[in-house]
Every structure is written in structure tokens, then in C-alpha cells.
């Protein structure tokens, strides 16, 4: 995918609720091998070189043992249903033809808790500890992002 086409959301983006412009997202640059993940198709998350450890992307220090060696490792990308929710209004117009959708936290394999779109395969319900896989879609709004399809348990 060339540049012109990534929507780099490192650099912020507006945040709105309903009609009303609540400022934009705080940039965050330590993220940037998470969105180079992204544009290859793969997830990846920081591991921790010291204690081996899984962190989530925005992490700068190990929260198990404070270390500050972490690298990008991608990962399987499996992992479960921690929650969700179903939503029922687009909190924009882009959202409307979509309505109703799941977003939710998974538990990845790996141990670490992402938030993301939840999609049910062939019409599988999604329920609190359902089997989950990364998929990556170019999302209503712009820009590439990591959702989890339900698979069947």
C-alpha cells in the first residue's frame, strides 16, 4: 500500500460526539511500529527483550519488570472475546449503513487486551469468550485498522 493511501493515525485524529468536535486525539509516536504492522497486515505488539513479556502498542516501560528494552514482534493474532458491546446509533454519518456493529476488548493470546470492531462470521453470535482472529478492512471512516472476526466455538 503506498503512503498516499495509509491514514496515519499517529498523528491524532478529530474526536466528535454526535454532531460536537471534542478536540483531536493526543499523537502517539511510539505506536508508529504498530501502524507499520498494520500496513503489512500483520499485528504486532511490543515484547519485552528482558522478562519476555507481551505489552499493549502504547507501552513504554514493562509493566512487569520496568524495563525500557522492548522491540516489535508480530503475533498470531488469535485470542477470545473479553467484551463488547452492540451498537445501535452511528456516532457518525460514515457509521450509518453499518449500524448495527459490535466493538469490543479481546484478549489476545498473547495476553494483551485490544480494543476493536468485532465481526461475527456467517452469522455466528458473539458471546463472552468466543474464539476471535485478526482480519484487517479499510474502515467507513478511512484508513486501515485491525478488527476480530468471531469464529464459531
Not at 21 to 50: I, Q
Not at 66 to 84: D, R
Request: hydrophobic share 35%; with cysteine; net charge negative.
Amino acid at each position: 500500500m503506498g503512503d498516499q493511501e495509509r491514514t496515519n493515525w499517529s498523528d491524532g485524529f478529530p474526536v466528535q460526539m454526535g454532531e460536537y468536535t471534542l478536540g483531536t486525539a493526543e499523537a502517539s509516536p511510539e505506536t508508529n511500529g504498530y501502524w507499520e504492522g498494520v500496513d503489512r497486515d500483520e499485528l504486532s505488539l511490543k515484547h519485552c527483550a528482558a522478562c519476555g513479556r507481551y505489552l499493549h502498542p502504547r507501552r513504554m516501560v514493562c509493566s512487569a519488570c520496568a524495563s525500557t528494552e522492548l522491540e516489535w514482534k508480530a503475533v498470531s493474532g488469535s485470542g477470545q472475546v473479553y467484551t463488547f458491546s452492540q451498537l445501535y446509533r452511528a456516532p457518525r454519518p460514515e457509521l450509518v449503513a453499518s449500524v448495527p456493529y459490535f466493538l469490543g476488548i479481546v484478549r489476545l493470546e498473547e495476553g494483551v487486551h485490544l480494543f476493536s470492531r468485532l465481526l461475527p462470521e456467517n452469522g455466528t453470535d458473539i458471546t463472552i469468550g468466543a474464539p476471535v482472529q485478526v482480519a484487517f478492512q479499510r474502515m467507513e471512516i478511512g484508513g486501515k485498522l485491525p478488527v476480530f472476526v468471531v469464529k464459531r466455538s
